[in-house]
């Protein structure tokens, strides 16, 4: 009986172990490793003297231009990830009816997500120019990519349109669980459809909303992409794209200093650790509840 237990344990534990192997690799070690060396004035060349414990850290906080990659990249995922989670709800509410051609709709909503970001930026760049295909269709000449006041909302409206897809995805999934029964108890009462999606719908989805929540904001919080190809890498116009990966990247592979980079990533990943704890305090705990 021993034996066999032994042996099950053993065929777990070799079945999980190439996959923690891999996310040890790629994630705890490099992790762990820029953690070391945001204690250090650390150099392409590696270790340097001087600026070592907490300079780094110092230096990152009180660096007015992370002050502005935190803010903006705190005011994208505000604007994106509501926008996107109610974008993607939508779609999921209009897929998961009895429609005709609904996989083609199912698939042609969703194939934005799986496009290349760069790809699409690109397109982008030509589409919201000042002489471009929106301008044209509003009668404006905004060049909302190099104007500070609208570029971080341009790519709020773009990268809603593309991860919508995703959201929908979440959103169907959790709709095409929900129990018929109650929508039946609903019909027998004559409820509206209005008052059926608040009243019902809406609060059952509670276990999705937390999910893409947490997911989506993760990653607006982490944007590098499409900020660093409107601007060029350079965090323009006035530094209202300058986000704090693109801050890590520039100090890194501009500035050469590694330990200052490796600083603010840690700084990064608290915030993301904060907010996490903040979403599970608020919502995610009364889930488990």
């Given at each position: 009986?021993?034996?066999?237990?032994?042996?099950?344990?053993?065929?777990?534990?070799?079945?999980?172990?190439?996959?923690?192997?891999?996310?040890?690799?790629?994630?705890?070690?490099?992790?762990?490793?820029?953690?070391?060396?945001?204690?250090?004035?650390w150099g392409i060349l590696g270790k340097?003297?001087?600026?070592?414990?907490?300079?780094?850290?110092?230096?990152?906080?009180?660096?007015?231009?992370?002050?502005?990659?935190?803010?903006?990249?705190?005011?994208?995922?505000?604007?994106?990830?509501?926008?996107?989670?109610?974008?993607?709800?939508?779609?999921?509410?209009?897929?998961?009816?009895?429609?005709?051609?609904?996989?083609?709709?199912?698939?042609?909503?969703?194939?934005?997500?799986?496009?290349?970001?760069?790809?699409?930026?690109?397109?982008?760049?030509?589409?919201?120019?000042?002489?471009?295909?929106?301008?044209?269709?509003?009668?404006?000449?905004?060049?909302?990519?190099?104007?500070?006041?609208?570029?971080?909302w341009a790519i709020v409206g773009l990268?809603?349109?593309?991860?919508?897809?995703?959201?929908?995805?979440?959103?169907?999934?959790?709709?095409?669980?929900?129990?018929?029964?109650?929508?039946?108890?609903?019909?027998?009462?004559?409820?509206?459809?209005?008052?059926?999606?608040?009243?019902?719908?809406?609060?059952?989805?509670?276990?999705?909303?937390?999910?893409?929540?947490?997911?989506?904001?993760?990653?607006?919080?982490?944007?590098?992409?499409?900020?660093?190809?409107?601007?060029?890498?350079?965090?323009?116009?006035?530094?209202?794209?300058?986000?704090?990966?693109?801050?890590?990247?520039?100090?890194?592979?501009?500035?050469?200093?590694?330990?200052?980079?490796?600083?603010?990533?840690?700084?990064?990943?608290?915030?993301?650790?904060?907010?996490?704890?903040?979403?599970?305090?608020?919502?995610?705990?009364?889930?488990?509840?």
């Amino acid at each position: 009986m021993l034996g066999a237990r032994i042996r099950e344990a053993a065929w777990g534990y070799g079945f999980v172990s190439v996959p923690l192997a891999v996310f040890g690799l790629f994630f705890l070690y490099p992790f762990g490793y820029a953690f070391y060396i945001s204690f250090f004035h650390w150099g392409i060349l590696g270790k340097q003297a001087g600026g070592g414990g907490m300079f780094n850290y110092a230096k990152v906080i009180h660096d007015p231009i992370f002050h502005t990659a935190l803010k903006n990249v705190l005011e994208y995922t505000v604007g994106v990830v509501p926008l996107t989670m109610a974008l993607g709800l939508a779609l999921a509410l209009v897929i998961n009816q009895k429609i005709r051609g609904r996989e083609f709709f199912r698939s042609a909503f969703y194939f934005p997500s799986i496009a290349s970001s760069v790809a699409i930026t690109t397109i982008a760049l030509y589409i919201f120019n000042a002489n471009g295909l929106l301008n044209h269709i509003i009668g404006s000449r905004t060049p909302w990519f190099q104007n500070a006041s609208t570029a971080t909302w341009a790519i709020v409206g773009l990268n809603s349109w593309t991860s919508a897809g995703t959201a929908m995805l979440f959103y169907l999934a959790a709709l095409q669980s929900i129990p018929t029964d109650v929508y039946e108890a609903a019909a027998v009462d004559n409820t509206g459809a209005w008052r059926t999606f608040w009243r019902i719908t809406f609060p059952l989805l509670r276990p999705a909303h937390f999910f893409i929540l947490v997911v989506f904001g993760i990653g607006a919080l982490k944007i590098f992409d499409q900020q660093f190809i409107v601007s060029a890498g350079q965090g323009g116009p006035n530094y209202s794209t300058y986000t704090a990966v693109l801050y890590i990247y520039r100090e890194a592979f501009t500035q050469f200093d590694f330990g200052v980079a490796a600083a603010a990533g840690v700084i990064l990943f608290l915030v993301i650790f904060a907010f996490t704890v903040v979403q599970w305090l608020t919502i995610g705990r009364q889930e488990a509840a």
